[in-house]
């Protein structure tokens, strides 16, 4: 039997900081396997196969991490809004010279809060050598763990980096883009779990169920398939 696991779940199983398995799957959503269903405790919650996932994983090229805009010239190099400077990593010269932190600087400039301020050679290079350490050091993934803040810390400190950003255009152009390609494969595995659910409970199909207690009330019909009652109000509606 398949092991099936939250995005959550699957990124402690496969070495990737919290949250950041979300951002890969919107950045290159034809590379990772569809949901196959979601926790009967939290429906929100999609579930995956963990094989599929490490297969996925097996397939990263090294450019996969770097799909922000790297903000750098033709020359590569990365343009201070602050001074004029220009360098391949801001984040030393901001705390150096300005005095300030990556999220001050996206705020005092009004950037997205995931707007990169490294070239992306620069993040690459970073990114090869991190995957190297690991792969030499296994346990350095256990370190970085246990080095990491709280998760309530973490959820603040996004909030907190979001507030200044949620308004601008760029942000919400790309949080529709996510939307319009995660969207759909959520509903098509809500509608596998409705449809498998009808047939546990002796129908052919999640129509025919419907159809076959619409004499019960919403309550009763609901408790006889073994779904909500708003399921079943849903879809007596998309009947008629």
């Not at 396997?33 to 929100?44: I, L």
């Amino acid at each position: 039997m398949t092991q099936q696991v939250t995005r959550r779940e699957a990124e402690a199983e496969l070495g990737y900081a919290p949250g950041s398995l979300k951002t890969l799957m919107q950045q290159s959503p034809g590379r990772w396997p569809a949901p196959v269903g979601r926790q009967d405790h939290h429906p929100r919650a999609l579930l995956y196969d963990l094989e599929a996932l490490r297969a996925a994983v097996g397939t990263r090229t090294a450019d996969v991490r770097g799909k922000r805009p790297d903000g750098a010239d033709p020359d590569g190099l990365v343009t201070c809004l602050s001074c004029g400077r220009r360098f391949r990593s801001l984040g030393p010269h901001l705390g150096r010279v300005h005095g300030m932190s990556a999220a001050d600087y996206r705020a005092e400039h009004r950037l997205p809060a995931a707007s990169a301020l490294m070239a992306r050679s620069t993040r690459q290079a970073l990114s090869a050598a991190r995957t190297g350490a690991m792969e030499q050091d296994p346990e350095i993934i256990a370190r970085m763990r246990a080095a990491a803040l709280p998760a309530e810390e973490l959820a603040r400190r996004s909030a907190e980096a979001r507030a200044g950003t949620d308004s601008l255009p760029a942000v919400r152009a790309a949080r529709a883009r996510g939307a319009a390609r995660t969207l759909p494969l959520a509903q098509a595995a809500r509608r596998e779990q409705i449809e498998q659910t009808a047939r546990a409970a002796g129908y052919p199909s999640m129509a025919e169920a419907v159809e076959a207690t619409r004499h019960l009330s919403v309550g009763a019909a609901a408790t006889r398939i073994g779904v909500g009652s708003s399921t079943i109000k849903r879809w007596r509606k998309r009947a008629q």
